[in-house]
């Protein structure tokens, strides 16, 4: 059976329940996957050259961060056009060919929206800068200065400052959540709404099969512009501004969610879209909720329980899963441990010792996780936070706030390919980040060769996500700490699984009948009598 007869084949059983109910997503940073020309930048030639990598693994979707043209002051998350790609990642016909060569290997395709602010250099901020009385005057967040010339409010920016920057064409002041660079756009406007989803209907015209909606609860604030308070004394460190404010006012509109059932209405006049929001912040969970009610909503929201988690614990796993009960009306969520925006999982949590055994618990813990899972680029493979000295970061949050913020560069270096080539076999040219030594030794290329690797343990792990009803999409009957043991028991139709997880750093023993049942899989020395540290095993029962 080839890759998609086995997509169909998995798929076609339950016909009511959609496609991405249960998927697994494989993230794509476009910058650093596979550079197609030499000029150190990877493109969109180079994944769709690396497709059949993302096919074997067997996930449902990639996901594909920006690749619209923009200056790159935030690494395309500044979008000069929406409905254009960056030259350094190749043409429309490139995408394309990427779009039609996925569908080949069964895998849909999703791509980013940036919806809350634009680049400055954007055709639309150019006209609105210009005067107070043009066609899109309104199109961004203006606003006069106080009597004094200070900023409206007191609102700071993600990145370090105040939210506030002073533009003599207008003699006002704009609104930006984020760098200076990048204007927040007026989403209570109902034309940039209209042009915001013109935008995205371009795409679906082009075959996407949904969209990650980035930084979407930043898409409104409040029209009055009232003064967010001071956050409660905390034991954290704070390095930046925003830390020290709780952001009740310049995001998290109760009015984004009207926005969002315009987004559904669209989606829904096309087959099969899924649609899936980044959510972070103090309120997240309540907000991703609001942002998935009910069928005319978006399909699944995902935040920040694990990305930024300094460590893993089963307290947090459970609370999160609690969070999205197998109840009518209430949504569903989407995990993941590693992104764009986050350190490596497993630099974060384990001591180098530990990394090996550890990736592979990880990976099983993932997939038996209820809700849609994904994966970023390489980690698959094991790929560990790269040191990236000062002198050659672009992240402008780690350069603002160095050395408190850590970069997001390290999370952001090439795919390492093979063992042979310079850099790994990501481009021929001098590559924008570094490949980093320890992730050179995890290439495709070695891993392909050792069974034991965690390139095929990834692999084993999606195979049994997917052959298993209970942990595809069946609903969690169980999470909690039994005798040092994690248990999650999952159920659907006439299964019921039992995943066990040593998260701790002794063995310990299965206690009473906790282990009894058929065995589906079992890793770092697990077995029914003891599960050594870091070590899980799944059991049918």
């Not at 609105?128 to 010339?149: C, E, I, L, Y």
Request: glycine content about 8%.
């Amino acid at each position: 059976m080839n890759r998609v007869d086995a997509f169909e084949a998995s798929a076609a059983p339950a016909t009511e329940r959609p496609w991405w109910k249960g998927a697994a997503i494989y993230q794509i940073y476009p910058r650093s996957f596979q550079d197609s020309n030499g000029d150190g930048i990877g493109d969109l030639p180079g994944i769709t050259q690396r497709l059949g990598h993302v096919a074997s693994l067997g996930v449902d979707a990639i996901w594909i961060s920006p690749f619209f043209t923009s200056p790159m002051k935030d690494f395309g998350y500044d979008v000069a056009d929406y409905c254009d790609v960056d030259p350094i990642f190749g043409t429309l016909a490139d995408f394309d060919t990427l779009i039609a060569r996925a569908h080949e290997l069964g895998l849909r395709v999703l791509i980013d929206q940036v919806y809350s602010h634009t680049s400055d250099e954007h055709p639309w901020f150019v006209e609105s800068r210009s005067s107070r009385t043009n066609p899109k005057a309104d199109w961004f967040v203006w606003a006069d200065a106080k009597p004094d010339g200070s900023p409206p409010s007191n609102w700071q920016s993600v990145f370090g400052g105040p939210a506030w920057t002073w533009d003599a064409r207008r003699g006002q002041y704009y609104l930006h959540n984020f760098l200076n660079s990048q204007p927040q756009v007026n989403m209570h406007n109902r034309e940039v709404q209209d042009a915001m989803l013109a935008a995205m209907r371009f795409w679906l015209d082009r075959g996407v099969d949904g969209f990650r909606i980035d930084a979407l609860n930043f898409a409104m604030h409040d029209p009055e512009l009232r003064d967010n308070p001071p956050a409660p004394a905390t034991d954290r460190p704070r390095s930046r501004p925003f830390d020290f404010q709780l952001k009740k006012y310049n995001m998290s509109h109760p009015d984004i969610p009207a926005f969002i059932a315009r987004i559904r209405a669209l989606t829904d006049a096309y087959d099969g879209i899924f649609t899936v929001a980044e959510v972070g912040g103090d309120e997240a969970e309540a907000e991703m909720k609001a942002f998935t009610r009910g069928e005319e909503h978006l399909n699944s929201a995902y935040g920040f329980n694990f990305l930024y988690a300094e460590e893993l614990t089963p307290g947090s796993i459970c609370a999160a899963l609690a969070e999205w009960p197998d109840e009518e009306g209430v949504g569903w969520p989407s995990w993941a441990f590693e992104n764009h925006d986050a350190p490596r999982a497993v630099s974060r949590w384990w001591k180098p010792a530990q990394r090996a055994d550890a990736a592979r618990m990880k990976m099983m813990l993932l997939a038996c996780l209820r809700g849609n899972i994904i994966l970023y680029y390489g980690e698959e493979l094991g790929l560990t936070q790269v040191d990236i000295p000062f002198e050659q970061l672009h992240d402008p949050e780690a350069i603002a706030n160095w050395p408190l913020t850590l970069s997001r560069d390290g999370a952001r270096t090439p795919m390492p390919w093979d063992a042979s080539s310079a850099h790994s076999g990501f481009t021929e040219g001098e590559p924008w980040l570094p490949v980093g030594n320890d992730n050179a030794a995890r290439s495709v290329e070695m891993q392909e060769g050792d069974d034991a690797s965690l390139l095929h343990h990834t692999r084993a792990m999606l195979s049994l996500r997917r052959a298993s009803p209970a942990l595809h999409h069946g609903a969690v009957v169980r999470c909690e700490t039994v005798g040092g043991l994690f248990v999650i028991e999952r159920r659907a139709q006439n299964q019921t699984v039992r995943c066990l997880f040593n998260l701790g750093s002794g063995a310990a023993a299965a206690p009473g009948d906790l282990a009894t049942g058929s065995v589906l899989a079992a890793i770092n020395g697990a077995t029914s009598a003891s599960l050594p540290p870091l070590s899980a095993m799944v059991i049918e029962l």
